[in-house]
């Protein structure tokens, strides 16, 4: 088992910046990749980022390419997403995820789930 634990979410302004963590516990070296999605009200989830904990290979959606940055602390098993220019369409509950392999954009290759963080963006 992977326990992820989410933390730094809130209300921010249009333009704003807020800065997500993820703290993994348990079993880490089960985790090839990490991933962050978010889901709005009414909608889907969706991929955000991902990355690889020994490589530090990216990917983001194109939404937020540019604005957003997914970076690693191995050495304290936590991911984050730094997160600038927000959107009002930016809000929703962020997610991140563990998965044993290369998973990117797919939600279901991703085999562990925190309980997510609020983001909020105001117009």
């Known amino acids: 088992q992977v326990q992820l634990v989410e933390s730094g979410g809130g209300l921010v302004q249009a333009g704003g910046s807020l800065r997500l963590s993820c703290v993994t516990s348990?079993?880490?070296?089960?985790?090839?990749?990490m991933g962050w999605f978010r889901q709005a009200p009414g909608n889907e989830r969706e991929f955000v980022a991902s990355?690889?904990?020994?490589?530090?290979?990216?990917a983001y959606a194109d939404s937020v390419k540019g604005r957003f940055t997914v970076s690693r602390d191995s050495a304290k098993n936590t991911v984050y997403l730094q997160m600038n220019r927000l959107k009002p369409e930016d809000t929703a509950i962020y997610y991140c995820?563990?998965?044993?392999?290369?998973?990117?954009?797919?939600?279901?290759?991703?085999?562990?789930w925190g309980q997510g963080t609020q983001v909020t963006v105001s117009s």
């Open positions: 995820a563990s998965a044993p392999a290369w998973a990117s954009k797919d939600p279901t290759s991703y085999n562990f």
């Open positions: 348990g079993r880490t070296g089960r985790s090839y990749a």
């Open positions: 990355l690889t904990w020994r490589f530090g290979n990216t």
